[in-house]
C-alpha cells in the first residue's frame, strides 16, 4: 500500500463506499465517483487487489486509450477531495472476496492515520420501494458516543453481512467514530445507475457532515429517471399494478408512523443536534 501524509488534512471525514454486494443500482460507489469528479484533489493510496480479490468474480477491466491499452485491475482506492469547507478522504473500490479479517484490518489501519471526526460507509439495499415516492435513506451506528453526537439511530440489525458491517464492527472496538447511510433502491429498477438514490444519498451526506455538496445535474437526471420508470411502467398494466399497491402501502405506512412517540423522537433529535452545533465555552 502506497500513501502521502495525512497530516496537513483540514478537519478530514472518511466517506467509503464498497461496490458490489452493498451497493444497489451502484449508487453509493456512483457518489464517490461524483465527489472525485466535482472536486480538486490527489490521490492518498491503495490496497493492492492481489490477495484481496478473486480475478474470476471482480474481473480486471481492460481499457483502451490513445497510446494503447491497459488493465485496470480491482483495488480500493484512497483520494483526498477538497471540498471548501472540509477535506473528504473518499475510499472505493469493489467489496473483497477474500481473508476479510486481513483486509478489514489493513484498511482500518489505513482510515486511522487520517484522524477523522467521522467515517461514514455509503450502501443501497434493494427494496419493496416504490420508485414513484421519496426514496428511504437511514442513517445508523454501533457506537453510542456518535448515537448521541450526531443524533442517529443504534443499529440493531442482526444477520448476513457485508464488509461495511465488518469494518463497522472492528471501528467500533478500535474506538473510530463510524456510521453507515443507506439508500433503498426499488428491486424492480435495479440497473444503474440510479440517480434518485445518488441523490438522496448525497443530501443526507450534507446533513451528516454539515457541508453542501455540489449536486450537478443529478437532481434533474433523478426526475428523467424517474418520468422514463413511469412510462415504461404503463406499457405493462400488471407492473402497474405492482407499483400502485407499493404506492399505497408506502402512503399508508408514512401515515402510520407520524405517531406522537416518533414526531417527539425526531424533535428530540433535532434538539441534540443543535445542542451538538452551539458553540462551547
Given at each position: 500500500?502506497?500513501?502521502?501524509?495525512?497530516?496537513?488534512?483540514?478537519?478530514?471525514?472518511?466517506?467509503?463506499?464498497?461496490?458490489?454486494?452493498?451497493?444497489?443500482?451502484?449508487?453509493?460507489?456512483?457518489?464517490?465517483?461524483?465527489?472525485?469528479?466535482?472536486?480538486?484533489?490527489?490521490?492518498?493510496?491503495?490496497?493492492?487487489?492481489?490477495?484481496?480479490?478473486?480475478?474470476?468474480?471482480?474481473?480486471?477491466?481492460?481499457?483502451?486509450?490513445?497510446?494503447?491499452?491497459?488493465?485496470?485491475?480491482?483495488?480500493?482506492?484512497?483520494?483526498?477531495?477538497?471540498?471548501?469547507?472540509?477535506?473528504?478522504?473518499?475510499?472505493?473500490?469493489?467489496?473483497?472476496?477474500?481473508?476479510?479479517?486481513?483486509?478489514?484490518?489493513?484498511?482500518?489501519?489505513?482510515?486511522?492515520?487520517?484522524?477523522?471526526?467521522?467515517?461514514?460507509?455509503?450502501?443501497?439495499?434493494?427494496?419493496?420501494?416504490?420508485?414513484?415516492?421519496?426514496?428511504?435513506?437511514?442513517?445508523?451506528?454501533?457506537?453510542?458516543?456518535?448515537?448521541?453526537?450526531?443524533?442517529?439511530?443504534?443499529?440493531?440489525?442482526?444477520?448476513?453481512?457485508?464488509?461495511?458491517?465488518?469494518?463497522?464492527?472492528?471501528?467500533?472496538?478500535?474506538?473510530?467514530?463510524?456510521?453507515s447511510v443507506w439508500v433503498s433502491v426499488p428491486?424492480?429498477?435495479?440497473?444503474?445507475?440510479?440517480?434518485?438514490?445518488?441523490?438522496?444519498?448525497?443530501?443526507?451526506l450534507e446533513t451528516l457532515l454539515k457541508i453542501?455538496?455540489?449536486?450537478?445535474?443529478?437532481?434533474?437526471?433523478?426526475?428523467?429517471?424517474?418520468?422514463?420508470?413511469?412510462?415504461?411502467?404503463?406499457?405493462?398494466?400488471?407492473?402497474?399494478?405492482?407499483?400502485?399497491?407499493?404506492?399505497?402501502?408506502?402512503?399508508?405506512?408514512?401515515?402510520?408512523?407520524?405517531?406522537?412517540?416518533?414526531?417527539?423522537?425526531?424533535?428530540?433529535?433535532?434538539?441534540?443536534?443543535?445542542?451538538?452545533?452551539?458553540?462551547?465555552?
Amino acid at each position: 500500500m502506497q500513501h502521502s501524509s495525512p497530516d496537513a488534512l483540514r478537519n478530514p471525514a472518511v466517506v467509503v463506499a464498497f461496490s458490489g454486494w452493498n451497493d444497489a443500482g451502484n449508487a453509493a460507489s456512483d457518489i464517490v465517483a461524483h465527489l472525485i469528479a466535482a472536486y480538486p484533489g490527489f490521490d492518498v493510496g491503495t490496497i493492492d487487489g492481489e490477495r484481496y480479490y478473486d480475478f474470476q468474480a471482480a474481473r480486471p477491466m481492460l481499457h483502451r486509450a490513445a497510446d494503447g491499452p491497459w488493465i485496470e485491475w480491482p483495488a480500493i482506492r484512497f483520494r483526498v477531495v477538497q471540498h471548501p469547507d472540509r477535506d473528504l478522504v473518499v475510499v472505493v473500490g469493489p467489496e473483497p472476496n477474500l481473508l476479510w479479517r486481513t483486509f478489514s484490518a489493513e484498511i482500518v489501519g489505513k482510515i486511522k492515520e487520517f484522524s477523522p471526526e467521522l467515517v461514514v460507509f455509503l450502501g443501497a439495499m434493494l427494496s419493496d420501494t416504490p420508485h414513484s415516492r421519496p426514496l428511504p435513506v437511514g442513517t445508523y451506528t454501533s457506537d453510542p458516543h456518535v448515537e448521541r453526537r450526531f443524533g442517529m439511530e443504534i443499529s440493531d440489525y442482526a444477520g448476513p453481512t457485508g464488509m461495511i458491517g465488518v469494518v463497522s464492527q472492528l471501528m467500533l472496538h478500535e474506538r473510530v467514530p463510524a456510521a453507515s447511510v443507506w439508500v433503498s433502491v426499488p428491486h424492480y429498477v435495479s440497473t444503474p445507475p440510479n440517480p434518485k438514490a445518488q441523490d438522496a444519498l448525497l443530501t443526507e451526506l450534507e446533513t451528516l457532515l454539515k457541508i453542501s455538496l455540489d449536486h450537478a445535474s443529478i437532481p434533474e437526471d433523478a426526475e428523467r429517471w424517474a418520468t422514463a420508470v413511469d412510462q415504461l411502467s404503463q406499457q405493462d398494466p400488471d407492473i402497474a399494478e405492482y407499483i400502485e399497491q407499493l404506492e399505497e402501502a408506502r402512503d399508508a405506512e408514512e401515515v402510520e408512523g407520524a405517531t406522537g412517540d416518533t414526531i417527539a423522537a425526531e424533535l428530540e433529535k433535532f434538539l441534540r443536534k443543535q445542542g451538538d452545533d452551539e458553540p462551547q465555552p
